[in-house]
C-alpha cells in the first residue's frame, strides 16, 4: 500500500512556523535587554511542587515520577511525598540562606492539603505558578475542552485564594499541553507559561484571549533531565549547570542580558545527596557577583518594558 | 520480502586495502554534518512510525528541537567559524521554506547541502517507487534552488528507507549514501544502475546517540570524540580513514555544552594531516581516485 498523496502535501512549507502560536526569531539578533543594575544573568529559581495521588490513574501521558507499580504503590507516592515534607523544606532552607527569590510552581491540590508550604512559599516572598491541579490531570489533547477549563480555573483560583497572590504564572504538568491549553490559561489571566523549551529568552506567544508569553524554563539543566532521566552524579550536575551559567554569562556582554533558570523539583534536587550540589552552584553564581535573583513575573515585566 | 542480507556491499577484508591517499598526504577526512531539521507540530501519519512520544501536539518535545533553529544552530555555526571547519549539512529541504535565514547563513559559507528530506517527521518508508522518485526529485530541486548546489548526500529522513532507496538514489545522480554504518572507509554500494558509494556518518559519536540517548556528559562526548580521532589518526598511517561528526544544534548547540564542543573542534584542528572536507569532496575524491581499486578488490576477494 502506497502512501496517500495527501502525505506529500506541506500545507504550512512556507517562510514561519507550522503553527500560529508564535513567530520565529533568531535568538541573536534580537534587541539586547538590560536588567536591573546591569546585571548580566537574571536567576530565576522555580522550585515545583507536584502531588502524586496514591491512585493516580495508569493512563495518557505518564508524567515524570508518575507512580507505575501495582497499586497501593507506596515506594513511588512516599518518595514523591518526602519531596513535599522534607525536600522542599530543604530547598527553601537554601534559597532564604541566601537571599533569593523563587517561583514556586505548585499542584493546586498540594497547596490545599500542606498550607504550611504555602504559608512559606509566602514568608519568603516567593511568587506562586500554577501547576496544574495535580500530577494525575496531564493536559493533553482528547481531553474536553470544558473538562479542561475546569482544570485549569480549579488550580489558578484555588492557588489564588489560599495564597493571596494573583498567580500569573502557569506551568503545565509534565509540560504537556493540549492544543486548547494556552487559550484556557490565558483565558483566566495567565501572563506567562513555563511549558516551551525552546528558547533562551522569553518571547510572545498568540492566544484567542491576547498575547501571553513563554518564559525559557531551561529543560536541559533541569534536574528532571540531569538527575532523574540522565542520572548524573552531583558533581557532573555542578558542571553542566554552571557550564549552561558561565556561557550564558558571557554571552551577556554582547547579546545583553540573559537568563538562568533554576527547574528544581523537590522529590529528586532535596534529597541529601543532592542538595549540597544545589548549594554549591547557589553559591558559584552569586560570587561571579552581576546576578539579578528574581521572579518569573519581575523578569517577564523587565523584559516586556524593554521591547 | 524481508531479506537475510539486503546485499548492498560485499565483505572486504579491514586491513590490506587499495591505499585510499587523501589531498596533501592527509591521514584522516574528517568532516562535520550538522542536522539542520524540523519536525512538524502535527505531522500526517505513517503506519510505521508514530512521530511524538505523546499525543500532539506534543509541546515538550516540539519545542526541544525547535530550540536548534531559534538559539542553537548560530553558536554551533560561530564555533565551526572560529576552528574553520565547514559544515556539510543533512537538511529537512523544508527548514529552507520555513527559516530562509538558516539556509542563507549555511549557503553564504560555502556549507555544503545534502538530503535529510523535507521534514523530519515525514519518513520514507511504505513510499512505492514512484512516490520514493518523486520526493527525491522535490527534495533535489529544492537544495538546487537554496544553495545552488547538486544534490550529492543522501541520510534519510529520521533514518527511515525503503528496500529501493539506493537504487533511486543512484538513478537521481546522488553519489554518496550516509545511511550504512558498516565501516570506517568508504566503500561502493551495489546499485541496479550507475554509481553509489556509502561515506562514514557517525551513530558511535552522533551528539543523538551520545548526549541524548546516551546520557553522556559533555565531558566524556568530548574524551569520546578524542579516542574516536586518535584511533583512526593512527591508523590512518596505513591508508585514508574518514571520520564524521554528526550534529544536531538542539543538542551541541545548548550552552552547557558549548565549551565541550570547541575543545573538541580544538583538538582535531590542532593536528596536522587532517583534511578538512565537505562530504562531497570526499565522495568525490574516492570515486575518481579509489573507486576502480576498491572494486577490484572486492572482485578479487570473491574469486580467491
Known sequence: ?307 | MPVEDPGLYDYLPYYDRPKIEWPNGARLAFWCAPNIEHYELDPPPNPSRTPWPRPVPDVLHYASRDYGNRAGIWRMMAAMDRYGVRGSISLNVAVCDHFPDVARACSERGWEFFSHGVYNTRYTYNMSEEQERAFIEDVKASIFKWSGQQLSGWLAPALTLTERTMDLLAEAGVTYTLDLFHDDQPLPVNVRKGRLISVPYSLEINDFTTLFQGNCTPRDYTDTIKAQFDRLYMEGAEGGRVMCLPLHPFLVGQPHRMKQFEEALDYITSHDGVWLATGREIATHYLTHCYDAFVAAIAAHKKA
Not at chain 1, 503553527?19 to 522555580?46: C, D, T
Not at chain 1, 498567580?167 to 489571566?189: F, I, M, N, Q, R
Not at chain 1, 554552571?242 to 533558570?261: C, N
Not at chain 1, 549540597?276 to 523587565?302: D, T
Request: proline share 7%.
Open chain 1, 1 to 307: 500500500m502506497p502512501l496517500p498523496s495527501t502525505y506529500f502535501e506541506y500545507p504550512f512549507r512556507r517562510p514561519g512556523m507550522d503553527h500560529a502560536r508564535y513567530a520565529y526569531s533568531n535568538l541573536f539578533e534580537r534587541k539586547p535587554v538590560r536588567w536591573p543594575r546591569g546585571a548580566p544573568v537574571a536567576l530565576w529559581i522555580v522550585p515545583t511542587l507536584e502531588f502524586f495521588p496514591l491512585d493516580m490513574a495508569p493512563k495518557g501521558v505518564k508524567p515524570p515520577g508518575g507512580l507505575d507499580r501495582p497499586y497501593p504503590d507506596f515506594w513511588n507516592y512516599t518518595l514523591r511525598d518526602y519531596g513535599n515534607r522534607v525536600g522542599a523544606a530543604r530547598i527553601f532552607r537554601a534559597l532564604e540562606a541566601r537571599g533569593l527569590k523563587a517561583s514556586v510552581a505548585m499542584s493546586s491540590r498540594l497547596a490545599e492539603r500542606y498550607p504550611h508550604l504555602l504559608q512559606e512559599a509566602n514568608r519568603l516572598d516567593f511568587e506562586i505558578v500554577g501547576h496544574g491541579i495535580d500530577m494525575q490531570h496531564v493536559h493533553t489533547s482528547g481531553i474536553a475542552a470544558e473538562t479542561e477549563r475546569d482544570w485549569v480555573r480549579q488550580s489558578f483560583h484555588t492557588l489564588r485564594r489560599l495564597s493571596g497572590q494573583e498567580v500569573k504564572g502557569w506551568y503545565s504538568p509534565a509540560y504537556s499541553e493540549s492544543h486548547d491549553t494556552l487559550d484556557l490559561v490565558a483565558a483566566e489571566g495567565c501572563e506567562y507559561v513555563c511549558d516551551w523549551v525552546n528558547d533562551d529568552m522569553p518571547y510572545r506567544l498568540e492566544t484567542k484571549a491576547g498575547p501571553i508569553h513563554a518564559m525559557p524554563h531551561a529543560y536541559e539543566i533541569s534536574d528532571l533531565q540531569l538527575f532523574h532521566f540522565y542520572k548524573y552524579k552531583p558533581a557532573q550536575f555542578v558542571e553542566q549547570v554552571m557550564d549552561h551559567f558561565e556561557l550564558l554569562y558571557r554571552e551577556a556582554a554582547t547579546s545583553g542580558g540573559r537568563i538562568v533558570a533554576l527547574s528544581l523539583r523537590p522529590w529528586i534536587s532535596g534529597v541529601p545527596h543532592r542538595i549540597a550540589a544545589v548549594e554549591q552552584v547557589l553559591e558559584a553564581m552569586l560570587r561571579r557577583g552581576g546576578v539579578w535573583s528574581a521572579s518569573g513575573r519581575e523578569i517577564l515585566a523587565a523584559w516586556k518594558a524593554q521591547q
